[in-house]
């Protein structure tokens, strides 16, 4: 985006943000707490996380995003194992406990507001990875699939641009509420990796040799030599790239760079996810 029509959209942002902050008289404090969490997710550049990075230059950060997603992961661990459920389903936990104490502390109707802020962000960040998308490989469609409304079959690359659009949203808004009402911001780690480039996060349930394990998994737009332009699905612990999906490939596919694959994806908490 050119800097002047991106600037425009920074004054249009503040502009709205100090309206809102006003029109339900946040005091000093909460306003500061407010402005840090928008700025931090204002800055996530989608123009940085939305380019075919060369694998061998994606394979470089490995090391750091490990670091980073066993924090998300240990970030979330306590309330899974307090309310013993996974790890997914766990992220719902802080988020509903913000919501409630935003209600209590009067500020529910601001955060309603603010998030239309976020959610614009969420919606830019959406559409840089359709055009990317539009240039990427991507799976075949189905013969009885309604193209004009998407509908019939969620496993399109249309689809998997909403998602990540609907993920974000959900990420940022939880961290600014979080940042905002709580003393401990969990979803901290989750924002630290969309900075560096992850276009996508999800918890998922995997088998491997028999042994099941729920792993996070981040995408990435990655350009690998024999297999173009694809989405990087990395999980934690792994010390290099060993799998890729198609744009639009259910989450379940796992296509392996070199051989083939024994980790399974058996199950996420996700609404498209389905096992043939």
Not at 107 to 129: H, I, S, V
Request: hydrophobic fraction near 35%; charged fraction near 25%.
């Amino acid at each position: 985006m050119p800097r002047s029509k991106q600037s425009m959209i920074d004054k249009i942002d503040m502009t709205i943000l100090e309206n809102i902050i006003s029109k339900h008289q946040i005091g000093e404090e909460t306003a500061s707490l407010i402005k840090q969490s928008w700025n931090r997710i204002d800055a996530i550049d989608e123009s940085k996380t939305f380019r075919y990075e060369p694998l061998e230059e994606f394979e470089k950060k490995i090391s750091h995003l490990n670091k980073l997603k066993e924090r998300a992961t240990e970030a979330f661990r306590p309330f899974a194992d307090k309310y013993h459920t996974s790890l997914c389903a766990a992220m719902g936990v802080p988020m509903m406990d913000s919501i409630s104490k935003a209600r209590k502390a009067g500020n529910y109707e601001a955060f309603y507001e603010l998030f239309g802020l976020t959610n614009a962000k969420a919606k830019r960040f959406g559409l840089a990875a359709l055009y990317l998308a539009m240039q990427g490989q991507k799976n075949e469609t189905q013969d009885m699939y309604n193209i004009v409304f998407d509908r019939d079959s969620p496993w399109t690359f249309r689809n998997e641009v909403e998602h990540m659009e609907e993920y974000a949203r959900y990420h940022f808004n939880s961290y600014m509420i979080n940042h905002v009402v709580n003393t401990t911001n969990p979803f901290a780690p989750v924002v630290e990796l969309y900075e560096h480039g992850a276009a996508d996060f999800i918890f998922m349930q995997t088998e491997h040799g028999g042994k099941i394990k729920e792993k996070l998994a981040t995408f990435h737009t990655v350009n690998i030599q024999d297999k173009e332009n694809v989405i990087a699905v990395h999980m934690t612990g792994d010390d290099k790239l060993f799998h890729y999906r198609k744009w639009g490939e259910p989450y379940f596919t796992l296509n392996a760079i070199k051989g083939q694959t024994k980790l399974k994806i058996i199950g996420i908490a996700d609404q498209r996810f389905e096992v043939d």
